[in-house]
T-cell receptor
Framework: DVKVTQSSRYLVKRTGEKVFLECVQDMDHENMFWYRQDPGLGLRLIYFSYDVKMKEKGDIPEGYSVSREKKERFSLILESASTNQTSMYLC?????????????FGPGTRLLVL | QKEVEQDPGPLSVPEGAIVSLNCTYSNSAFQYFMWYRQYSRKGPELLMYTYSSGNKEDGRFTAQVDKSSKYISLFIRDSQPSDSATYLCATARAGGTSYGKLTFGQGTILTVHP
C-alpha cells in the first residue's frame, strides 16, 4: 500500500518564525511535490523535486524554500512565516515517467500563522 | 486567467441524482486529464484518468474529454452520500519532462444528501 506521510496534521506558528514541513514517501518515487490548497484557488504548486538535491520552482515559490537530501524525504521551509501563508499544505509523489496523472498525496498539514 | 477553470460550487444534490462536474482548460498542450476526489481532512486521490479525447467509464463514474472545445467532464450516476467530497480536475502535458507535473482546477465541493 502506497504511503505519503506528513510530519504534522495541524501547526500553529507566529509571524516571523521559521517553519519546517516534512514529507516522507515509501514508494521509492523520484518526483516529489509541495502544494498549497486554498478555498476557491485549488491546488497551487510551490516547488517540486525530480531527484535528490534537485528542485524546480512551481507557480508560487515566493516565501518558500525546499530541501531534498534523501530520496524519500522532501521538506518545505517557510523562512519567515507570514499570515498570508496560512493554508493547507499537501505533499505528493510519483514515479519518473509513470502514468501521467497518478500523484500520491499525503493527508495534508493545516498551518495557521498568527 | 487560470489554465484550468472549474466551478467551485458548492453543489448539493439528493441521493440518486446524476451529477455533472465540469472544467475548461486553455492550453492545447494538455494531453492527460484526471479527476481527483478529496474527502474532508484527507489528501486527494486519483479517481479517473483519460488520455486525449473520449470517454472512460468506471462503475458509476464516467469521465469525458472534448479536446475540440477544451472541456472536461465527470458524471456520477446514482449518486450516494459517500460521494460527498471535493472533486478536482487536473491536466498534464505530453512529452517534455517526465516529472508528472499537474495543473489543477479550483475543485468543486459536492454534497449528496439522503
Amino acid at each position: 500500500d502506497v504511503k505519503v506521510t506528513q510530519s504534522s496534521r495541524y501547526l500553529v506558528k507566529r509571524t516571523g518564525e521559521k517553519v519546517f514541513l516534512e514529507c516522507v514517501q515509501d514508494m521509492d518515487h523520484e518526483n516529489m511535490f509541495w502544494y498549497r490548497q486554498d478555498p476557491g484557488l485549488g491546488l497551487r504548486l510551490i516547488y517540486f523535486s525530480y531527484d535528490v538535491k534537485m528542485k524546480e520552482k512551481g507557480d508560487i515559490p515566493e516565501g518558500y524554500s525546499v530541501s531534498r537530501e534523501k530520496k524519500e524525504r522532501f521538506s518545505l521551509i517557510l523562512e519567515s512565516a507570514s499570515t498570508n501563508q496560512t493554508s493547507m499544505y499537501l505533499c505528493a509523489s510519483n514515479r519518473q515517467g509513470s502514468l501521467k496523472g497518478t500523484q500520491y498525496f499525503g493527508p495534508g498539514t493545516r498551518l495557521l500563522v498568527l | 486567467q487560470k489554465e484550468v477553470e472549474q466551478d467551485p460550487g458548492p453543489l448539493s444534490v439528493p441521493e440518486g441524482a446524476i451529477v455533472s462536474l465540469n472544467c475548461t482548460y486553455s492550453n492545447s498542450a494538455f494531453q492527460y486529464f484526471m479527476w481527483y476526489r478529496q474527502y474532508s481532512r484527507k489528501g486527494p486521490e486519483l479517481l479517473m484518468y483519460t488520455y486525449s479525447s473520449g470517454n472512460k467509464e468506471d462503475g458509476r463514474f464516467t469521465a469525458q474529454v472534448d479536446k475540440s472545445s477544451k472541456y472536461i467532464s465527470l458524471f456520477i450516476r446514482d449518486s450516494q452520500p459517500s460521494d460527498s467530497a471535493t472533486y478536482l480536475c487536473a491536466t498534464a502535458r505530453a512529452g517534455g519532462t517526465s516529472y508528472g507535473k499537474l495543473t489543477f482546477g479550483q475543485g468543486t465541493i459536492l454534497t449528496v444528501h439522503p
